[in-house]
């Protein structure tokens, strides 16, 4: 069974950078996509980026299109999300997740595994 861990979230002012990292354990992480989420105080848990088992292709919410970066690397089965620019709006609790059945479609994703989640607060 795999299991994600969520780490490198932390406390930053508006404009700097963070990454985040989700560690999964067994051996066929190179075999699935896997995608980030987010979830602020009080809103719904919203889609981030999400990268294929290659890591060749990737997609992100216009949210965070050109200052978000997600790669992973297959031989850490590990999988990063780059935060530059970062804006209060940012703050939330970042999660990352197994894709379970992917689809052009980013709304009609399905993802089977969940991890902690890591807290990203950036203040003003």
């Known amino acids: 069974q795999v299991q994600l861990v969520e780490s490198g979230g932390g406390l930053v002012q508006a404009g700097g950078s963070l990454r985040l990292s989700c560690a999964a354990s067994?051996?066929?992480?190179?075999?699935?996509?896997l995608g980030w989420f987010r979830q602020a105080p009080g809103k719904e848990r919203e889609f981030v980026s999400v990268?294929?088992?290659?890591?060749?292709?990737?997609w992100y919410a216009d949210s965070v299109k050109g200052r978000f970066t997600i790669s992973r690397d297959n031989a850490r089965n590990t999988m990063y999300l780059q935060m530059n620019s970062l804006k209060p709006e940012d703050t939330a609790v970042y999660y990352c997740?197994?894709?379970?059945?992917?689809?052009?479609?980013?709304?009609?994703?399905?993802?089977?595994?969940w991890g902690q989640g890591t807290q990203v607060t950036v203040s003003s």
């Open positions: 990268v294929s088992w290659s890591g060749g292709s990737t």
């Open positions: 997740a197994r894709v379970q059945s992917f689809s052009s479609d980013l709304r009609k994703v399905q993802y089977d595994t």
């Open positions: 067994g051996r066929t992480f190179s075999t699935y996509d």
